[in-house]
Every structure is written in structure tokens, then in C-alpha cells.
């Protein structure tokens, strides 16, 4: 074979190679696994923010206490983690920061809270009573009024899904915005890949930042 014809046949072998590991990249990116990072501590001290972790899609049947990844009910284009706390027919409540699902209080080793007596603005109140409403399962609902760590109880309507984060103080979650929907899902978090601490003024260089033992953990 000719010098021009040996290239041209290499230049294809390795334009099909490209391809095909496209293609096979996409296909486990759409239906298998996906990597994804922890941008907020919203879930400290589970996930970190500078966490990289891979996301398992195929198969994956939602279950109360997983680790889930799922699109953003208020932006469509945004992806969140949070932890499963409600399935649908669960009753939910909090008080003084305590979780009880159908009338047993949880033991949540992972939560993490630090201001207990936190309250949420009026307006914000407010905006958490709305939605929740129509899912209130007895009580008063003309003085309803539920906070960040009182409210409640509320029932998970059908294909809907409750999420919380770990970091109890710091987390935009279920108790604002409201139900997930189970269609929503796109896997569960199974193995951190890589961590590291986000840069900053103040932040170490680069090598000085690697959370060396928080790689190929898996969390919890």
C-alpha cells in the first residue's frame, strides 16, 4: 500500500476510533453514570464544596435517605443534590429541628445544625406556608405559619419526592420550593472521584488543597 493511501487509511481508523468513543462516552453519560460537583456546603459534612463525584443513573429506583441528584424544581437547566427524605404517602414533621416521617423521629447521624433558633423572614414564611397548605395533614391551617426547623406535618403527594439538605442552616431545599418530582431524578452520588478545596484569597496552593483521603470514598 502506498504512502498516501497507508494515511488515509490510518486518518480513518482513527476518525471511526474517535467517534465510537464519543458515542460510547454519550451512552454512558445519558443512561449509565456522570460525574458531577458539589458547588455549595448545603450538604456539609456529607459532600464538600470542591467534591467530584460520580453519579449512578442506570437502574436507579429512588429510596428514603439516598443521596440524590436531580433537576432544579424552580431552573430546569440546574442540577442539585440533596438527601431523599420523603416518598410518596409520607407524612412529614419537624420540630425544634427534629425530623418524624410517619410518626417515628428519624435518627439523621448525617444532619448537621448549628443555630437551632434560626427563623426565617416573614416573607419567606410566608412562601413556605403556600406551598405547603394544601399538603397539611391536620392542625390549624389559619394559623399555620412553619419556619426552617418547625413545620409540618405534610403529606408527599403521589410521584413526588421530599429533599433536604444535611447542612440543616444552610441549605435552599424542600422546605422552600416544595416537591420534587420523580421524573426529575437523574441518579444517585456513589463514589467521590476527586476533592479538593476551592481557591481562594485565603486558600493554600493547589497540591496543599487535595483532600487526599476524602478520594474514592464513598459517601454516605
Same mark, same amino acid.
Given at each position: 500500500?502506498?504512502?498516501?493511501?497507508?494515511?488515509?487509511?490510518?486518518?480513518?481508523?482513527?476518525?471511526?476510533?474517535?467517534?465510537?468513543?464519543?458515542?460510547?462516552?454519550?451512552?454512558? #453519560?445519558?443512561?449509565?453514570?456522570?460525574?458531577?460537583?458539589?458547588?455549595?456546603?448545603?450538604?456539609?459534612?456529607?459532600?464538600?464544596?470542591?467534591?467530584?463525584?460520580?453519579?449512578?443513573?442506570?437502574?436507579?429506583?429512588?429510596?428514603?435517605?439516598?443521596?440524590?441528584?436531580?433537576?432544579?424544581?424552580?431552573?430546569?437547566?440546574?442540577?442539585?443534590?440533596?438527601?431523599?427524605?420523603?416518598?410518596?404517602?409520607?407524612?412529614?414533621?419537624?420540630?425544634?429541628?427534629?425530623?418524624?416521617?410517619?410518626?417515628?423521629?428519624?435518627?439523621?447521624?448525617?444532619?448537621?445544625?448549628?443555630?437551632?433558633?434560626?427563623?426565617?423572614?416573614?416573607?419567606?414564611?410566608?412562601?413556605?406556608?403556600?406551598?405547603?397548605?394544601?399538603?397539611?395533614?391536620?392542625?390549624?391551617?389559619?394559623?399555620?405559619?412553619?419556619?426552617?426547623?418547625?413545620?409540618?406535618?405534610?403529606?408527599?403527594?403521589?410521584?413526588?419526592?421530599?429533599?433536604?439538605?444535611?447542612? #440543616?442552616?444552610?441549605?435552599?431545599?424542600?422546605?422552600?420550593?416544595?416537591?420534587?418530582?420523580?421524573?426529575?431524578?437523574?441518579?444517585?452520588?456513589?463514589?467521590?472521584?476527586?476533592?479538593?478545596?476551592?481557591?481562594?484569597?485565603?486558600?493554600?496552593?493547589?497540591?496543599?488543597?487535595?483532600?487526599?483521603?476524602?478520594?474514592?470514598?464513598?459517601?454516605?
Amino acid at each position: 500500500m502506498s504512502g498516501p493511501a497507508r494515511s488515509h487509511s490510518a486518518l480513518r481508523v482513527w476518525t471511526w476510533a474517535i467517534v465510537a468513543t464519543i458515542a460510547v462516552w454519550l451512552v454512558l #453519560r445519558t443512561f449509565v453514570i456522570e460525574a458531577f460537583r458539589i458547588p455549595s456546603g448545603s450538604m456539609e459534612s456529607t459532600l464538600l464544596p470542591g467534591d467530584l463525584v460520580f453519579v449512578r443513573k442506570l437502574h436507579y429506583v429512588p429510596r428514603r435517605g439516598d443521596l440524590v441528584v436531580f433537576q432544579s424544581v424552580e431552573d430546569s437547566g440546574r442540577k442539585l443534590v440533596k438527601r431523599l427524605i420523603g416518598l410518596p404517602g409520607d407524612t412529614l414533621l419537624m420540630e425544634a429541628g427534629a425530623l418524624i416521617r410517619n410518626g417515628v423521629p428519624l435518627s439523621e447521624p448525617y444532619a448537621v445544625g448549628t443555630d437551632p433558633f434560626r427563623s426565617e423572614s416573614p416573607a419567606t414564611r410566608e412562601r413556605m406556608r403556600a406551598w405547603q397548605l394544601p399538603h397539611l395533614a391536620g392542625g390549624d391551617p389559619g394559623g399555620y405559619l412553619p419556619d426552617l426547623h418547625d413545620w409540618g406535618p405534610i403529606v408527599v403527594p403521589p410521584d413526588s419526592l421530599f429533599f433536604l439538605g444535611d447542612n #440543616r442552616d444552610a441549605s435552599y431545599d424542600g422546605r422552600y420550593w416544595g416537591f420534587a418530582s420523580r421524573e426529575s431524578v437523574r441518579g444517585h452520588p456513589f463514589l467521590i472521584y476527586f476533592s479538593c478545596e476551592p481557591a481562594g484569597s485565603h486558600a493554600p496552593p493547589f497540591p496543599e488543597r487535595i483532600r487526599w483521603r476524602r478520594i474514592l470514598s464513598s459517601p454516605e
